[in-house]
């Protein structure tokens, strides 16, 4: 009786293999994510005044702040969003003045953000309080990722919250840092 082989031929045999390796040693954010989405609306008029920022990921132009970051944003008569960041450095405040432009159609949740013309970028609320107590704001790529408050710290619920919004949207939170936030330094803002 002859006895037949269910093994593939040696070659598709090596070929098999050595995909399934390739496979198996890509990183996970290699694998297909669902799309970044904004939340459904956001009410200028509440989203509007100073926030802190609680956490996000490091970003090359926030390199010299030490702490004491906040962002201001103001509605102008042109249905722009005038944009205050302000953070302390070692030899003081830095500060940086920019304009936001909501995006048509998405109800105020995504805005394009220049601070430099003619660079834009995107800035996407991912996440928010119901109350306006905390928003977490990012980018379709991943690569930003911002907390903000109304107040300098976040009780430990609200944050976890916080970031459970920005894990539901596939970001990766290892590389968030939290932000100092002092009071003497608030009071001279």
């Known amino acids: 009786m002859k006895q037949t082989s269910t093994f593939m031929p040696a070659p598709w045999r090596s070929l098999l293999v050595c995909a399934t390796v390739a496979v198996l040693c890509l990183p996970p954010s290699a694998f297909a994510q669902a799309p970044v989405t904004s939340v459904a609306a956001v009410d200028l008029a509440r989203y509007s005044g100073k926030w802190f920022e609680v956490a996000s990921f490091p970003m090359f132009f926030q390199r010299n702040c030490k702490g004491d970051t906040t962002?201001?944003?103001?509605?102008?008569?042109?249905?722009?969003?005038?944009?205050?960041?302000?953070?302390?450095?070692?030899?003081?405040?830095?500060?940086?003045?920019?304009?936001?432009?909501?995006?048509?159609?998405?109800?105020?949740?995504?805005?394009?953000?220049?601070?430099?013309?003619?660079?834009?970028?995107?800035?996407?609320?991912?996440?928010?309080?119901?109350?306006?107590?905390?928003?977490?704001?990012?980018n379709p790529n991943r690569k930003y990722l911002w907390v903000l408050s109304r107040t300098p710290q976040l009780s430990a619920d609200q944050y976890e919250a916080a970031l459970a919004t920005a894990r539901a949207q596939g970001y990766d939170l290892t590389p968030l840092r939290l932000t100092p936030q002092g009071t003497a330094s608030q009071s001279s803002q």
């Open 71 to 138: 962002a201001e944003y103001t509605p102008k008569p042109n249905g722009d969003i005038g944009v205050r960041n302000r953070c302390r450095t070692d030899s003081g405040f830095d500060e940086a003045n920019g304009n936001a432009t909501v995006m048509a159609g998405t109800s105020n949740s995504q805005l394009k953000v220049s601070f430099f013309w003619p660079f834009k970028a995107d800035y996407w609320v991912i996440g928010l309080d119901a109350d306006y107590r905390w928003a977490v704001v990012g």
